[in-house]
C-alpha cells in the first residue's frame, strides 16, 4: 500500500488525483523525505509545461486585483508553537521542510524573529483587519489576523494530521466541507474550500451533534475572502459527537440551529 | 526568469536570489506596490494557464483573481527551500483552475471529442518575450523526448484537469498505469530539461 501511495507523486505534482489520494499522499509526503525531494523538482516541471501558453490578461483584472488586495492583510507566516531554535538572528529559511509545496497546510519554516519583525512592520494593517474580521464565538474570541491565528492553525494542523484523524467529505456546488476528526485530540476541524460568503448579516455556524441528537453551538465561521480556504477549529469535544452540522445564523450565533443545515456529516460510518 | 530554477534546501541564509523571491517577501509585509510588480511579471503566465485550463474567458478571469488574492494572502508562507516563487504560484494557479473545472460539472468541456482536438493543437498561444520563447522552445523540445502515451497523459492530467484515472479511461490504458505515464513522463522531462534536484 505505502509502494502504491509513493508512486502517486506524477499525478499528485499535476493535481491528477482524486480528493482522497491528495489527502493520502500529503499524509504520505510529510513523512517520506525521497518524495518531498522530488516533488520540488516535479512540481517546477509540472509549472513549465505552460510556459508557452502566456496570455496577456485584461488590464481591468490588474486593476481589480490590486483593489482587492487592499483589503486583506497576508496571513501570518506560521510558526511553531515550541521554538526549539531560541536565536533572534537567524535566517529566515532555515528550517528542514517537512513536507513540499501545499497550498494552505504548509507547516512552520519562518522563525520567531522574523516572526516578531513582521509584526512589527504590518501593524497598520492589522488594526484595520481585525476590526473587518474579529468574531466572538461563545468564549472563544477568533482574531484570525492576530497573533491568536498561529496558535489556531497549529491546532487545526495537529488534528488535520493527527494519526487517528478521521476525514468526512461533502460538495455542495463549488465548495468542498471536509471535517476531520481526531478522537485522540477530542478535536475536529473544518476546511471549507471556495465557500460562498453567508447572506449578509448572516454567519455560518457550526455545530455538534451529541449522542442524544441534540446540536451543541462549535462555533462561527470567520467572515472570510471568497475563494479561499478557511481552516477552522471546532469549539467542543469531538470524541463522543455523532457528527457536525453547519447551518446559516443570524451574525453573531444561535443558541440552537434555526435552519436547515447547509451540511451534515455524520461520524457514524 | 528561469521558470525552471529550484532553490535547494540547504541554501541557508543566502539572501534569496530570485527576483520574484524578493517581491513575495515584500507583499508579505504588506507592500502592494511590490506585489504589482509580481503581477506584471507574473501575470501573463499564470493567467495563460488558468485560461488553457478553464478554457472560459470570464472564468479564467476570476479564477486569476482568486489566486492572486491567494498569492497575496498566503505569502508569508512561500518557503524558498520547497521551489521556486514562481513553481510556487503555478502550483495555487493550477489547483485552483482545476478545482474549478471540477466542479463545474456541467461544463462543456467534459466533451472528451472536443478535449482530444484541442490536444492536437497544443502551444500556439501567445508568446509574451523573447525569454519566455526560449522558455518555451526548451519545454516543446523535451516534450519531444517523451512517448506520445506520456505526453498525452501528461496534458490531458495537466491542461485538461483530468485525474489519473480518467486519463487512463479517456487513453484506454488500463486503470494505475495513467499515473505511471504521468509520473514518468514529469521525469524525463525535468532530467531533460535539466531543472536542479
Ligand atoms: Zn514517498
Known sequence: MNDDIHSLIGAYAVDAVSEDERY??????????????????????????????????PPSLRANILQQIGT???????????DDEGDDGGPAHDRPAPSPVSVESAPASIEQARERRRRHGVRRFVAAAVAAAAIVVGGLTWHPWTGSAPTQVSASQQVLHASDAQRYVKHLGQTTATVVRSKKLDQSVLVADNMAPPPAGHAYQLWY?????????????????????QTV?????????TGVGITVEPAGGSTSPTTTPVALFSFST | MRPLHSTTPDSDGEPPGDPLTTLLSASARGDESSFARLYDQTGPRIFGLVLRVIRDRAQAEEVTQEVYLDIW???ARFDAARGSALSWMMTIAHRKSVDRVRSSEAQSRRDTTYDMKQQAVPYDTTVESAHRGLDAERVRKALETLTPTQREALELAYFGGYTHREVAALLNLPEGTAKTRIRDGLIRLRDTMGVEQ
Not at chain 1, 210 to 228: E, H, I, Q, R, W
Not at chain 1, 233 to 241: Q, R, S, T, V, Y
Open chain 1, 209 to 229: 451533534q451529541t449522542p442524544a441528537g441534540k446540536m451543541v453551538s462549535a462555533g462561527l465561521m470567520p467572515a472570510n475572502a471568497s475563494g479561499a480556504t
Open chain 1, 24 to 57: 493520502r499522499f500529503e499524509q504520505h509526503l510529510s513523512a517520506c523525505t525521497h518524495c518531498q525531494a522530488e516533488l520540488v523538482g516535479l512540481q517546477a516541471v509540472a509549472g513549465s509545461l505552460a510556459s508557452a501558453s502566456a496570455v496577456t490578461p
Open chain 1, 233 to 241: 477549529l471546532l469549539n467542543g469535544a469531538a470524541d463522543k459527537a
Open chain 1, 72 to 82: 486583506v492583510r497576508p496571513l501570518p507566516p506560521l510558526v511553531s508553537d515550541h
Open chain 2, 73 to 75: 494572502r498566503q505569502s
